[in-house]
T-cell receptor, first 114, second 114 residues
Framework: DTAVSQTPKYLVTQMGNDKSIKCEQNLGHDTMYWYKQDSKKFLKIMFSYNNKELIINETVPNRFSPKSPDKAHLNLHINSLELGDSAVYFC?????????????FGPGTRLLVL | GNSVTQMEGPVTLSEEAFLTINCTYTATGYPSLFWYVQYPGEGLQLLLKATKADDKGSNKGFEATYRKETTSFHLEKGSVQVSDSAVYFCALLKYGGSQGNLIFGKGTKLSVKP
């Protein structure tokens, strides 16, 4: 009965490859997010998305693209992986984005680019 | 712009010691404030939150009060346990339109020794 799940948990790949990380939430939420946590544990928003709007953090390279087949899923596609993409990626969801709405996080996907 | 500053870690305490982790924020308007906890190897869990000035969030013996006059949301616990060892993140919810995203501090690692 996991609320927000991500697959895979670990991903090791070579530079230049294309990979995807999947995220699913069973909370009935309408808004989903992707965050990146770097090696120093710093967390930063990458995308937020609901059925009305995709908001992209301006610092995210266009090699990263979110894809949402339905309200319960927001997958992250990464093209031409680079060493600097190594990080932990967290998916989250909430019901709306307004005041006080709690975001619930998945367990994270640890990506290592060699 | 919006930002969160929390005290640098690591913080090392003995069991049953008093804990304070300082957090201050800069924001336009009246953001909601959160503390998230990340146990080793796991994702982020909501610890507590406050949505308006003078609100006190509390959970598992942790407390934090939303102080608008000092723009602070310090985390406190009267008696820490070894199981509280984790990284603690202070965050504010920046929202606009239909969505909001969390802006995190850099995290404070807490180690509690028996």
């Amino acid at each position: 009965d996991t609320a927000v799940s991500q697959t895979p948990k670990y991903l090791v790949t070579q530079m230049g490859n294309d990979k995807s990380i999947k995220c699913e939430q069973n909370l009935g939420h309408d808004t989903m997010y992707w965050y990146k946590q770097d090696s120093k544990k710093f967390l930063k928003i990458m995308f937020s998305y609901n059925n009305k709007e995709l908001i992209i953090n301006e610092t995210v390279p266009n090699r990263f693209s979110p894809k949402s087949p339905d309200k319960a899923h927001l997958n992250l596609h990464i093209n031409s992986l680079e060493l600097g993409d190594s990080a932990v990626y967290f998916c989250a969801s909430s019901q709306g984005g307004a005041r006080g709405k709690t975001q619930y996080f998945g367990p994270g996907t640890r990506l290592l680019v060699l | 712009g919006n930002s969160v500053t929390q005290m640098e870690g690591p913080v090392t305490l003995s069991e049953e010691a008093f804990l304070t982790i300082n957090c201050t924020y800069t924001a336009t308007g009246y953001p909601s404030l959160f503390w998230y906890v990340q146990y080793p190897g796991e994702g982020l869990q909501l610890l507590l939150k406050a949505t308006k000035a003078d609100d006190k969030g509390s959970n598992k013996g942790f407390e934090a009060t939303y102080r608008k006059e000092t723009t602070s949301f310090h985390l406190e616990k009267g008696s820490v346990q070894v199981s509280d060892s984790a990284v603690y993140f202070c965050a504010l919810l920046k929202y606009g339109g239909s969505q909001g995203n969390l802006i995190f501090g850099k995290g404070t690692k807490l180690s509690v020794k028996p």
